[in-house]
């Protein structure tokens, strides 16, 4: 003998029992599984520049692209801004030095910085046309030894945008004198260092952020240096 089949309809005053925490899952309040509020996905941080940077286009894509055709990757604005901390989210950086404005020089790049809490971003290109930079949560100065934080890190743009977060080994972060200015480092190899000319520099993997050579080769010439921070 087959069973019967009971069909019955919710009245309208009426709530039918649903698991715990999954209550009106597609109501007011957009409950999930758990019952967590849905919350805005948070928009991330916008690199804002008070003036062009000849370093970073501020190009969204480049017209190879648009066409369906490959082209060499461009450092663009829009690719480095969500690296940053959220907490810079929007905030106009300004150009504090630039070797086409102010010469090469590390000791004016030292003049030229802003207060001491305040975050750096340093961008480079090399006489091969690779552009690449760090990070500092701190103004970049003179130091007897090395200063930063953890948000500091090394980028690079060859070819697609790579960065190179600090991996807790150690903490050198920042360092620099008249003669050399150095990030990231440990037996003896630095992520990124500058001479005090401005017109050389390297690059080799450390420790502090286990980074890749930013350029194509292990020691460069500067081409252009920019740095920028907050006002």
């Known amino acids: 003998m087959r069973g019967l089949r009971v069909h019955y309809q919710l009245l309208p005053d009426q709530d039918e029992d649903l698991p715990m925490g999954c209550e009106d899952p597609a109501g007011e309040g957009q409950r999930g599984w758990e019952g967590a509020p849905a919350t805005a996905e948070e928009e991330p941080c916008r690199l804002v520049l008070s003036t062009p940077s000849s370093i970073l286009s501020d190009r969204e894509i480049d017209e190879g692209r648009m066409l369906g055709r490959?082209?060499?990757?461009?450092?663009?604005?829009?690719?480095?801004?969500?690296?940053?901390?959220?907490?810079l989210t929007q905030q106009p950086w300004h150009l504090l030095y630039s070797t086409g404005?102010?010469?090469?020089?590390?000791?004016?790049?030292?003049?030229?910085?802003?207060?001491?809490?305040?975050?750096?971003?340093?961008?480079?290109?090399?006489?091969?046309a690779q552009a690449f930079g760090a990070f500092s949560a701190s103004a970049i100065r003179s130091s007897s030894g090395f200063y930063g934080t953890g948000e500091t890190f090394?980028?690079?743009?060859?070819?697609?945008?790579?960065?190179?977060?600090?991996?807790g080994r150690n903490?050198?972060?920042?360092?620099?004198?008249?003669?050399?200015?150095?990030?990231?480092?440990?037996?003896?190899?630095?992520?990124?260092?500058?001479?005090?000319?401005?017109?050389?520099?390297?690059?080799?993997?450390?420790?502090t952020f286990d980074n890749e050579t930013l350029s194509h080769r292990e020691e460069f010439c500067i081409q252009d240096l920019e740095m920028w921070g907050l006002a």
């Open 101 to 128: 404005r102010d010469g090469f020089s590390l000791r004016t790049l030292y003049r030229s910085g802003a207060r001491l809490d305040a975050p750096a971003l340093l961008l480079i290109r090399d006489t091969e």
């Open 154 to 167: 090394l980028f690079s743009f060859c070819p697609e945008l790579k960065v190179f977060r600090w991996t």
């Open 70 to 87: 490959s082209a060499p990757t461009e450092a663009t604005v829009s690719q480095l801004g969500p690296q940053l901390p959220p907490r």
């Open 171 to 207: 903490d050198f972060f920042v360092k620099g004198d008249v003669n050399l200015l150095m990030v990231g480092g440990g037996s003896g190899r630095f992520g990124l260092w500058l001479d005090g000319d401005l017109h050389h520099g390297g690059s080799q993997p450390c420790e």
